[in-house]
Structure formats: C-alpha cells, structure tokens
C-alpha cells in the first residue's frame, strides 16, 4: 500500500508536531495542521532535512524507525495527499 498524506502522513504529524504546539496555525515555525502547510516544507527540502538528516525534529518526541521511514516514502513518491 503506497504511503500518502491521507492514510499514514497525518497521523504522525498530528501525534508528534502539532500535539507538541510546535507547528499549529499561526505558528511562525509552519501550520502543519493542513496538508498544504506540510507539502510546503516537503516540497522546499525543509521537512526531510530536519526529521530524516539532522533528525532535530520533532523537538519533544522521538519518531519510530517506522514513522521515519514512512515519511521518506512519502517525500520521494511525491508527497501525495491520498
């Protein structure tokens, strides 16, 4: 089953960016709470370089092996939404 936004993304980005009150609407950090506001820093390099690379994201959490590499799935097919 491919990864999208939809059936996997969301979920780890609701758990663990924008329950933490990093990444919620009107953040200057980036509004994850909308698919869009997510594809933006997928799309700019942003998201894969501070959660996959540098791995200083998220900041009060620690992402499974799992949730990591469903995010790299999701970033190099395309960043679907469903």
Known sequence: MPVTYTSAIKAIID???????CHNSGSPHGNYTT??????RANNGTLSKRVLYTKDMPKNSTLTLDDRKKIKCWIDSGAPKN
Not at 15 to 21: K, P, T, V
Not at 35 to 40: A, E, N, R
């Open 15 to 21: 758990a663990n960016c924008i329950s933490s009150g």
């Open 35 to 40: 698919y869009d506001g997510v594809l933006i």
